[in-house]
T-cell receptor, first 112, second 115 residues
Framework: SQQGEEDPQALSIQEGENATMNCSYK?????LQWYRQNSGRGLVHLIL?????REKHSGRLRVTLDTSKKSSSLLITASRAADTASYFCASISNFGNEKLTFGTGTRLTIIP | KAGVTQTPRYLIKTRGQQVTLSCSPI?????VSWYQQTPGQGLQFLFE???????NKGNFPGRFSGRQFSNSRSEMNVSTLELGDSALYLC??????????????FGPGTRLTVL
């Protein structure tokens, strides 16, 4: 079963606009990671945020983590057509379990 | 460094057959994990191998099995295929998989279609 739920399920925006995706999870986590997937291909790791961090930046990406609400958000600024993809959050719990538990994903479409 | 490679990339089988998928991790990585991705269930963890030992297992039937070799290459096997096994099978490698602090690097996947 999946731990994370992502919102929205699909998002279409104009190129240049910002895109925000949200992720909620159920159990205490060690860290939360975001991945991108292009058209049913492999996943590309974007960013990892640890449970004791609240915000992290990487290029045009900004991730926040609120452990009290068990939620995270991914912001992509100044979107480009190449950002069109599905985005997944994935978490690893605190229970000594190494597996990544993925969210349901957000399908992002950037309109040129 | 070469990335994670998976073979074959595409596979078509019929119900009742068995299939073996292969994954070669990034050089130096000792942890290999397998995931199944379907439109209905999304991405689900199958199992993780570290130093030739299965360290973690998801909620899949015993028809799904795997192994890891001394060079960290891994194979997964699905016996008695069912239509519902049609999926994209993804392999991911990391240096140690320790506590989830290592980034997992994914291969391109093997697209399995069961007819």
């Amino acid at each position: 079963s999946q731990q994370g739920e992502e919102d929205p399920q699909a998002l279409s925006i104009q190129e240049g606009e910002n895109a925000t995706m949200n992720c909620s999870y159920k159990t205490s986590i060690n860290n939360l990671q975001w991945y991108r997937q292009n058209s049913g291909r492999g996943l590309v790791h974007l960013i990892l945020i640890r449970s004791n961090e609240r915000e992290k930046h990487s290029g045009r990406l900004r991730v926040t983590l609120d452990t009290s609400k068990k939620s995270s958000s991914l912001l992509i600024t100044a979107s480009r057509a190449a950002d069109t993809a599905s985005y997944f959050c994935a978490s690893i719990s605190n229970f000594g379990n190494e597996k990544l538990t993925f969210g349901t994903g957000t399908r992002l479409t950037i309109i040129p | 460094k070469a990335g994670v490679t998976q073979t074959p990339r595409y596979l078509i089988k019929t119900r009742g057959q068995q299939v073996t998928l292969s994954c070669s991790p990034i050089s130096g990585h000792r942890s290999v994990s397998w995931y199944q991705q379907t439109p209905g269930q999304g991405l689900q963890f199958l199992f993780e191998y570290f130093s030739e030992t299965q360290r973690n297992k998801g909620n899949f039937p015993g028809r799904f099995s795997g192994r890891q070799f001394s060079n960290s290459r891994s194979e997964m096997n699905v016996s008695t295929l069912e239509l519902g096994d049609s999926a994209l099978y993804l392999c991911a490698s990391s240096f140690s998989g320790s506590g989830g602090t290592d980034t997992q690097y994914f291969g391109p996947g093997t697209r399995l279609t069961v007819l």
